[in-house]
């Protein structure tokens, strides 16, 4: 099937192409500016929130680096404490420990590698007042002839540091040193003696230090017990305390031994003070600054301060940090705030072209719709005005129509038709030939189309009608397109023309017909005239006998025959079927005329006429009285020996009236009922009954004038009766 589809997208685009790109308006710009607002306030918002959350994960990061740097310390002290714990060991382990099995101890041990930071490992021996001569001679025989404890003087008991290890350097110093005459050690080595528990002491200068680079120290303490002595409560641990093993730490190396070198650095901007106790300048024992001068000064970004509990010890943590230089790509806010201002104006552009986009398709929008319309209403204009008949049927009924259509179908309004099966509209006996049509068209065979007769409404008349089909396909349903086209008209003058025509032929047959017997019967008493007028020349004078007088007589004869003929001739020529001619004519005033005419011939005869009431008709006054004329004188020349009885009537049908002409007289052979009818045919000689063979043929050329026909019933001996008809006009 030849698919139509309406193509109205192909307008569309063509419509597009036409139009000239809108520029940027200024309400477009105002409305892309009022989200472009909003939008901004976001990304400010954003903005602010990055902010916050930047500075909260510092503070996060900078409290978990301050906790990690608290934890790394409290284990380490933990660790040198369960060393001092496993060098205290030896002494329960054996009962007479010596400086070599120090040594070899602190050489196990590999501090500097598994604790770095410690100053050394040490054992600080109790000597009672009474036993302080013997100690010093024990330790001088030891090979250190000048060793002493120190300070010196009197007091109930001593300390002394006897084994130190590494043995070397400044260490040196603290061998013999009592570290009971100091307070500060003192507290921490009694606490240690008294708890059993590894103990540190306060902020103090190691005696290890001379005066390159002195840093403060502090000491770990952890008490030895004689073997075998109980230690279960305070009395039985002070009566049983042999000496200390301890640990002495210089703070700045201690906390690079635990935050490794630079560590604290590592966390950059992050600065560790280390307090003993209290957060006062007196308690002050390590600052990291001292191993980066270049830290940036001034009131810190933040600070966080942690107590680190060690056995009663607390030591207070003091972090702050400094504003860092950071790097302005790697800093979230800006990437947000970039990001943000990017995103607003690709958004705003968006917006704008989006509502310029908008503006030019409502443009087009309203262009194509103010067009269809126009377009519309000028197909409908075209359609109403059409005055053939345009519909559309939509699966088998009708789906729109136009005013030529309802003047069609004799409706007054749409709704007669829209909604009903089309197929209805034709009378059954074409239907067929309808929907055949209509299958063709769908599979596109090209046919002409039908002309076929419709039966209409309300009345029932049947007319003529010229249907052209289409079919076609519009959002996606199948439309046959309907053209109709009453020609009932045509029809009429097609059918008219065509009688029109054989008239027209007949006509021109009868003229051949007419031509010829006609010149063969003027013929006839030309020569006649002729031959008597060759013997009256060979007589070379004017006739004188009585011979001669009969020529002249027969002459006029000829001659007189002649004038009848050519009367009749002219009689026969002169009818036509022109219609303006017509009027209405009372056939009863005709035939009142007739028997006037033929006065003269119904008295010689003594013939008995009955004229039955006739109608008025419309047709040709002068021939139809030139038609009864000639049947009445035929009716009153062709009788036998009765007395002459002639009868007129008619009768009505339905297109035409028929009158008959009956008479009573000699009658007519069946094998002759043709051709009487034709000219100058005739059944008798003169020599029986006058005639110039003219008359019917008359008749029969003003009956058909009349679109009628003329026959004749007779028997021979019993009288004729003459029919015609002549047609109702209207
Ligand atoms: P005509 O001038 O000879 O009468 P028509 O054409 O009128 O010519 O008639 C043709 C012939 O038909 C006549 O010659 C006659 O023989 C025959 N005819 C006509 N009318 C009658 C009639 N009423 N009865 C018998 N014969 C008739």
Redesign the pocket.
Known sequence: MKDKILNIAGLAENRTKNTAPLKITHSNLWRALCFLLPSLLLTVVAVFYSIKTVDESTKRGFASNCDEIAIKISTRLHSHAGLLRSSSALFAATDKVTRQSWKALFKDSKIDRNLPGIQGIGFSLLVPKKDLQEHINTIRSQGFPNYKIYPEGQRDVYSSIIYLEPFSGRNLRAFGYDMLTEPIRKKAMELSRDSDVATLSGKVILVQENNNDVQFGTLMYVPVYQNGMPVNTVDQRRKAIMGWVYSPYRMNDLMNGILGKGDINHFEGINLKLYDDSLSDKCLIYDSRINNPNQIKGKPNQALSFPVVFHGKKWILYFDEYDVPVSYLENKVIVVLVSGILINVFLFLLILTLLNTKKNAQAIAEQLTAELKGNESKLRAILDNSFDAIAVEVDGVWDMCNAATLQLFGCATKEELIGKPFIDTIIPSEQDKIKAYTQNQIEGLSIPSPHISCGVKADGTVFDLEVSISVFIHLNKQHVLFILRDISERRKMENELQEYTLQLKKSNENLENFAYVASHDLKAPLNVVNGILNLIDNGKGMPSDTNDLELIRMAKIAVDQMKVLINDLLEYSRVGNNREDFSNTDLNEVLGYVQVLLKEKITQNSAKIKINPLPVISANKTLITELFM?LLN??L??HGKNIVEIEVGFSEEKNAFKFYVK?N????REKDFEK?FIIF????SQSE?G???????LCKRIVEAHQGTIWVESELGKG?TFYFTIKKQD
């Open positions: 000639n035929n009716a020349t062709y008479d007289g000699i009658g007519i009487i045919k005739r059944l008798h009954y005639g110039t063979g003219i008359g019917l043929a004729s």
